[in-house]
């Protein structure tokens, strides 16, 4: 199987921005819905963005719509989550996923990052 590898996660003021990348193995990326999860303390796990395989067009969470981005470099197998004008809330480890045929499931997702840590002080 697959495998997944985070990275870019770290501390940023209110209103900043961060980007997080994920490599994926070139078999997962072909073929896989590639997602971001993310989970704060005490809560579950939560969808973040994801795009299928074909990464025509990116779909997000409503709490983030407008201030992240979903991008894929094909020639790279990597993903990204640009987050700009961060905020407190948006505190937590953030996870890369893959799934065949995923959408916006926690459970359609069984490829799962490292996690990477983002914290948003106000």
């Known amino acids: 199987q697959g495998q997944l590898v985070e990275s870019g996660g770290g501390l940023v003021q209110a209103g900043g921005s961060l980007r997080l990348s994920c490599a994926a193995s070139?078999?997962?990326?072909?073929?896989?819905?590639m997602g971001w999860f993310r989970q704060a303390p005490g809560k579950e796990r939560e969808f973040v963005a994801a795009s299928s395989w074909s990464g025509v067009i990116p779909y997000y969470a409503d709490s983030v719509k407008g201030r992240f981005t979903f991008s894929r470099d094909n020639a790279k197998n990597t993903v990204y989550l640009q987050m700009n004008s961060l905020k407190p809330e948006d505190t937590a480890v953030y996870y890369c996923?893959?799934?065949?045929?995923?959408?916006?499931?926690?459970?359609?997702?069984?490829?799962w990052g490292q996690g990477t840590q983002v914290t948003v002080s106000s």
């Open positions: 070139t078999r997962t990326f072909s073929t896989y819905t």
């Open positions: 996923a893959a799934g065949p045929g995923a959408r916006r499931s926690v459970k359609e997702f069984n490829l």
